[in-house]
């Protein structure tokens, strides 16, 4: 996670390490010290005290069959699921606070996307989340596959879509690769969301990499509503 943090190496640059851990220590990120299987009610009550003391507003859980281990095996292992995921869900409603739940998916053919259908279990889990993202590796024998991650349920605006990913691995971290950033930027133009491209030289000027959101006051290159648009 350090390396991840800061985007490199620290082993090749010693010097800069006890600058990026005093970094990474000043976040506020705290971990619950389980491993393996737990009782969902003790996970529910560390929870609920995190959010209490240092409130919490983000919880991401990682993973649920690993955390539910071997105990269910002698009842119903899809009931005692939803049971978990039920609880997760009354808890984030019940204390405001967003739950992020990795759940392994089913065993798929290899030429086979993952589905929303694909997700371990009933489809509670899909039901009871507002979001459902999905990891997609498309593995290809002529060459290395390709990963991308696709946004299968949006249920705050309901757009869908899929964002292709590139590891780097000085990084150790996934991002979407510079082509991909370069088609989104036109679709972003040919959308009417960037209006102007200003050269760097004027004064005002906005830089190329920056990005500007709809609805913003404060635009530069809003148009006057008073003037006739063509």
């Known amino acids: 996670m350090l390396t991840q943090f800061a985007v490199g190496r620290l ?26 299987q737990q009782s969902i009610r003790t ?8 959010v209490y003391v240092y409130d919490i507003c983000h919880v ?15 009842t119903d292992r899809i ?15 019940d204390n405001s606070c967003h739950v992020t739940l990795v759940i392994h998916p089913r065993k798929e053919d ?16 899909s039901q009871e989340a507002d979001n459902v993202l999905i990891l997609q ?10 990963r991308y991650l696709q ?6 605006d309901g757009d869908v879509g899929v964002f292709p990913l590139e590891f780097n ?24 969301l960037v209006t102007k491209k200003p050269s760097s030289g004027k004064k005002g000027a906005v830089p190329q990499n920056s990005e500007t959101c709809l609805g913003q006051a404060h635009h530069p290159y809003q148009p006057d509503p008073s003037k006739p648009s063509r």
Do not use: C
Request: charged share 30%; net charge neutral; glycine share 6%.
């Open 11 to 36: 082993e090749e640059q010693l010097d800069k390490y006890d600058e990026w851990a005093d970094r990474f220590e000043d976040l506020p990120l705290y971990f619950m010290t389980f491993h393996g």
């Open 60 to 74: 991401v859980i990682d993973n649920l069959q690993f955390m539910m281990g071997h105990e269910q095996l002698s």
């Open 151 to 156: 946004v299968s349920k949006n249920r705050f």
């Open 137 to 146: 590796d498309r593995k290809l024998v002529t060459g290395p596959g390709k």
């Open 110 to 125: 290899d030429d086979k996307e993952l589905q929303t259908a694909s997700i371990f279990g009933s489809a509670k889990a």
């Open 43 to 50: 996970v529910i009550d560390t929870m609920q005290h995190a």
């Open 79 to 93: 009931a005692a699921q939803d049971y978990i995921v039920g609880a997760f869900r009354k808890f984030a409603t």
């Open 169 to 192: 691995k000085s990084s150790l971290t996934f991002s979407i690769p510079p082509k991909s950033k370069a088609r989104l930027k036109k679709v972003k133009d040919d959308n009417g």
